[in-house]
Every structure is written in C-alpha cells, then in structure tokens.
C-alpha cells in the first residue's frame, strides 16, 4: 500500500476501487433516468420544529433546487474551494446544500445543531469558512443567534429563509450560469467535498476531509451491508452531518436510485409511525431504542412493518438478547455496523453469522485475504491489529492490539494537526480502537474499546465496553455505563454510573455486582463504586462520552 495521495489515487483507480462519479454527477442521472421518485421528505413535524411546512421533493425537483441554491452562492461570491461551515438539522434544505455545494466545487463542513458558540469558534480557526449557513431556530435551538456569533466581514451568515430561498421550478438562467461556471471550474471525485468532526468521545473533535470518492466508497461498503437495492426507502434518523448518516443513506441513495425520509430529533413514536406510513425498507437505529422496543413488544406490534427487510445499528456493541427477539418475535434480522468518519467500515450480517452473540460484538476481519468473506468490501479494505507496544502484527486469536485499517474508505489525515502519528509505515490508519482476534482460525474481530479508555486497575487491563455491554440488560436501569477513577493503591477503578428507571426500586453497588457476577463476569472486572445521574453524556450521535463521565465522576469524590 503506497502513501502518497496523488500515487494512492492511481492505484485505487487502476484497481476499480475509485472512479470518476461525483455527488452531483450522480444527481444529474437519477434526476435524468428517475425524475419523479422521491428523493428526500422531511418529517411530518418539521412545523413545530422549524416553523416551516414539511417539503417532499421528487430527484427532478431536488436537482433544480440545488441548481439554483449553487447560483444564490455564487452570487455571493463563493464558489471552487472555499469552505463553508453549514449547522442544518435533518430537513430538505441540508441534502440540497450537499448537492450545491458538489455543483460548485465548494467545501462543505457540516456540524450538529448542538454545537454552539464555543465549538463554532474553534471549527473556525481550523478551517478559516467564508460564510456559515443555517436556519432561524430548530426547536429551542437558536441557531442563527448561535451563527451570528461567529460571523465577521469575512465570514458570511447566510440563512434559510431569508438569505436563501430555494424553489422547485427549473430556471433557464440558473442552469446556464452553473454550466458556465463548471466549465470554467473543472471537479472530479478526488476533490474534497465534505470536512466532517470527528465525535468528541474522547476529546475535541477534529476535521476530517473526505473526497467523492472516499465516500462512495463507504457507500458501497454500506450497500453490501444492508444489501440495499435500487429503489429502498432509508428512514434516516441521525444528523446528517457523519459517517452513519453520508456514508450509510445520502450516497448510497444517489448510487442506487434510493429514497431518504428525514427524523429529528429522535422521537420513539413518530419514528415508528414513520417506518410504517413511507412503507420503510432500511433504516438505522441507535442500540438504546432497539433495547427499548424489545423490551416493548406492545409498542412495536400494534405497526405494520411488512416492508422492513431488516434494520441496521451502531455506534457502541449491541445486546446479544435484543437481535435475538428482534429475529424471533419480529421476524427482522438486526445489521451490526462499525465505522467512523476517518473511514472505517466493518459490518457484520445474518451471512457472517447466525449467532446473535457473535453479530452483537463481533465484525469479520475484512481486508485480510480472507476468501470466506470476499466481495466488494473485503477487496477494497485493508485492516490488521498490531500490538499496542511492539507495534507487531498480531494474528493469534484471543490476543488484543490497535485496529489498523487502510483502503478505499479511509481519509488522509486530520485537518490542522500533527499527522505524523496517525499512519503506518505501509499506510495504515491508527484507529485508537482495540480489538480482539476471536475463533480458530481467528475470522472475526470483537471491539474491545479505545486505547485511551482501558481502565488499568493494579496492572489488570479492563474493557469499559465488555462491561457496558452486559449492563444494558441491568433491571430498574435506563442507562448505564461504565468510567475509570482514580485509587491510591490500585491505581483505578471502575465506577458504575447509572441512570435508574423512577418507576422500580431502588438500586445499589450490590444488585450491580450480583447482576455482573450471574453474567459470568470475573470479579477484579466489578464495578467498586457506583454514582447516578439523570443522564449520561453523549455527543450529537449518541456515543457516551466516557472523558466526560470520568470528569463528572472525579468532582464528585
């Protein structure tokens, strides 16, 4: 594997794993061979949400209105290369400035809608935006009060609304100025197209470019994942701003002709309704709500899902129980997925495994050359575990090391930082993540956590994940998981921090201890103390933000 960017475009091209298709290229041909399909809805309560009537637009009508959103930011003097921070929840308008800003050739770093002035000022300096674009409010959320904040004589506040308003209707005018203009700016797939954040769990978030290229790749690793075919409905409920979201429904829906229905924020019963009304095909959820709805079967059973093929999660290990039910009582199968924004891409399915123990916490080690799983991914893939402290390949099962991952998906490095660490010798990516090599042979990989999370308790290494893990089926729990804190004699400890259910008893050390001990937990591993909140920390995708908690934890001894 070479490390040079331009040598590392030849090659992936010379092996077919990258191509010439951009986003907006892939716009122009649904919008040509499928003018009238559904390309993108908002949710039914986008009113109460944004004070706007929720808009529904066909791949014809989303291509004349990103056509002319390209000309309104031309005309406002941004055009190839500038970036431009864009803070829009999951509506219309979010997938339109995707489109624009491919047309243009511009950056687009889009952000949560969470982030405010703070995160907003250092999103600034590192990546120096011309303007930022949003919306006047979502929900409680001021957002152009939050924009303003940044905004100086270069930096253009450009809203929704006001600012920018978009129509359906093709404009003769508008198209020629874009050719005009394209003709005179030359893009292909290798430019950056998006600069994404990383998700803050363990820290500041950092930028992430990503190419046309970088993404359809993950796109394509999706597709094999959720086996998505021409024509799915996607009903897609996290920001549209990361890898779940781009790589898991916006550029699989322009590659394969697909419909997205928009959610946010999340809201348990209009999701549902949601699934069943636009007659959902895919969609992916976080690991808590499908913990809620196998615990509820009265709440699932009174929907008719008949056009749900199978449903997909992530973004922390899933319940080996909850896959169980979801097949056995729902008839679904549940799609285990592992990526991150720097271009990791591991999935596991029902053709990996039928075993819900080994798809809840395990991934196929894909880019190995292993024949057994070859296809698309496999190929375009490369990842390997080295150990944390030799830096040596390590191919036992049972042993854990650093994942290394390389190939068509994964990104160049970090925006404005020291990357001179983040890479192999060969060119692969340091994740940060352990994993362990499982089976004999060893085929699968098991996410043991991150390198910076390891509790290290008197020289005995403990997986915060192992263990939040098994606390998800804990009873009179809403939420739970697991953080270091600091022991004079130990060195650290684990606490358990818990969020409980106000309608069950209360809760202790002990009940968590025995619960752990019946799942076969060894005892140095038990929580040694315990602390309750009202809610964990997460970061805009649902990730517990475990430095946080450890933070939390700390004030409070």
């Not at 959103?69 to 995707?98: F, H, M, T, W």
């Not at 002035?117 to 009060?145: K, M, N, W, Y």
């Not at 998981?481 to 069950?504: F, H, I, R, S, W």
């Amino acid at each position: 594997m070479k490390t040079s960017s331009q040598q590392r475009i030849d090659d992936y091209r010379q092996q077919g794993w990258w191509g010439d298709i951009t986003l907006h290229g892939q716009l122009e041909l649904q919008a040509r061979e499928n003018p009238d399909l559904l390309a993108v809805a908002d949710q039914p309560n986008r009113k109460e949400l944004t004070g706007d009537e929720p808009r529904r637009l066909s791949y014809a009508e989303l291509h004349a209105a990103s056509t002319q959103v390209s000309c309104d930011l031309l005309n406002k003097g941004i055009g190839a290369e500038d970036r431009v921070i864009v803070q829009l929840p999951n509506i219309v308008e979010l997938v339109i400035c995707y489109m624009a800003f491919s047309k243009i050739g511009a950056i687009m770093s889009p952000v949560p809608v969470q982030y405010g002035s703070h995160e907003l000022h250092r999103i600034c300096s590192t990546i120096s935006p011309v303007a930022i674009i949003t919306v006047g409010h979502f929900g409680a959320l001021d957002l152009a009060q939050n924009a303003a904040t940044i905004t100086q004589d270069n930096v253009q506040l450009l809203v929704f609304g006001a600012d920018l308003i978009f129509t359906t209707e093709n404009h003769p005018g508008s198209d020629k100025q874009l050719s005009n203009y394209q003709r005179a700016h030359s893009s292909d797939a290798d430019d950056i197209l998006t600069i994404s954040w990383t998700s803050g769990t363990t820290g500041t978030p950092k930028g992430v470019p990503r190419s046309h290229n970088m993404w359809f790749a993950t796109a394509r690793s999706c597709a094999e994942a959720g086996d998505y075919q021409a024509g799915d409905r996607f009903l897609n409920i996290f920001p549209l701003v990361n890898m779940a979201s781009i790589g898991g429904f916006l550029f699989p829906a322009l590659l394969l002709g697909c419909t997205i229905i928009l959610h946010h924020p999340l809201d348990p019963a209009l999701y549902l309704a949601q699934l069943q009304d636009e007659k959902i095909t895919f969609t992916i959820t976080p690991p808590a709500l499908l913990n809620q709805l196998a615990k509820s079967p009265e709440m699932w059973n009174q929907f008719d899902f008949s056009h749900l093929r199978s449903i997909g999660s992530g973004s922390a290990p899933l319940a080996p129980w909850m896959i169980q039910v979801f097949k056995q009582q729902y008839d679904l199968e549940v799609i285990n997925f592992y990526g991150s924004n720097e271009g990791i891409s591991l999935f596991c399915t029902p053709l990996h495994t039928a075993e819900p123990e080994v798809r809840a916490t395990m991934f196929p080690r894909l880019g190995c050359g292993i024949d057994r799983f070859d296809s698309y991914a496999n190929g375009a893939l490369l990842s390997k575990v080295v150990d944390t402290e030799t830096g040596q390949v390590i191919v036992e099962s049972g042993k854990v090391g650093e994942l290394l991952f390389g190939g068509a998906t994964v990104f160049d490095g970090y925006l404005g930082t020291d990357n001179s660490d983040l890479f192999s010798n060969d060119g692969y990516f340091h994740t940060g993540d352990l994993v362990e090599l499982c089976g004999e042979p060893p085929l699968f990989y098991r996410i043991a956590g991150r390198c910076k999370d390891i509790i290290n308790r008197g020289g005995m290494k403990i997986s915060p994940v192992e263990i939040d893990v098994l606390l998800e089926g804990l009873p009179s729990s809403v939420e739970s998981a697991v953080c270091a804190y600091q022991d004079d004699l130990m060195g650290e400890k684990v606490c358990a921090c818990v969020v409980v259910n106000p309608e069950t008893d209360d809760l202790n050390l002990q009940d968590i201890a025995n619960f752990l001990l019946d799942q076969g937990l060894v005892k140095f591993k038990l929580p040694e103390r315990i602390e309750f909140f009202e809610s964990l920390p997460r970061n805009p995708l649902g990730k517990v933000q475990r430095f946080i908690l450890e933070e939390l934890v700390s004030q409070r001894h």
